[in-house]
């Protein structure tokens, strides 16, 4: 689980910010983006939850921070295409648009079957 850290300095080593957060659980991994916020990875959904409730609104090295729980980025909006391949194909490729596959261009959809 993922914590989301808000107001962290740019230049902040990741190994301050692992040490800050380890007093609330096992902290997998630590990320500072550079860019005002960075990403800590506990084992627990319960440690995470700790460390948000326990830091958000203090300083943390030296920058007031704000935490809160990371969010997987929902699917809603996108499109999914789903291929059936019959059991004779052994390679289907699909691209085109926008940059293409390995053609390039801009221009809609290409399938190719390989057997």
Known sequence: MQALCYGVATQTPKEDLQIEFERFGSVTDAYNSGKGYAFITYETKEEADQ??????????????????????????????????????????????????????????ERRRRVR
């Not at 996108?78 to 390995?102: A, K, R, S």
């Open 51 to 108: 460390a948000k409730e326990m830091l958000n609104g203090t300083t943390v090295c030296g920058q007031e921070i704000k935490v809160d729980i990371a969010k997987p980025e929902e699917l809603e909006d996108q499109e999914v295409l789903v291929v059936e391949v019959p059991e004779d194909v052994d390679v289907v490729e699909i691209g085109g648009g926008y940059g293409g596959g390995d053609r390039g261009g801009y221009g809609g």
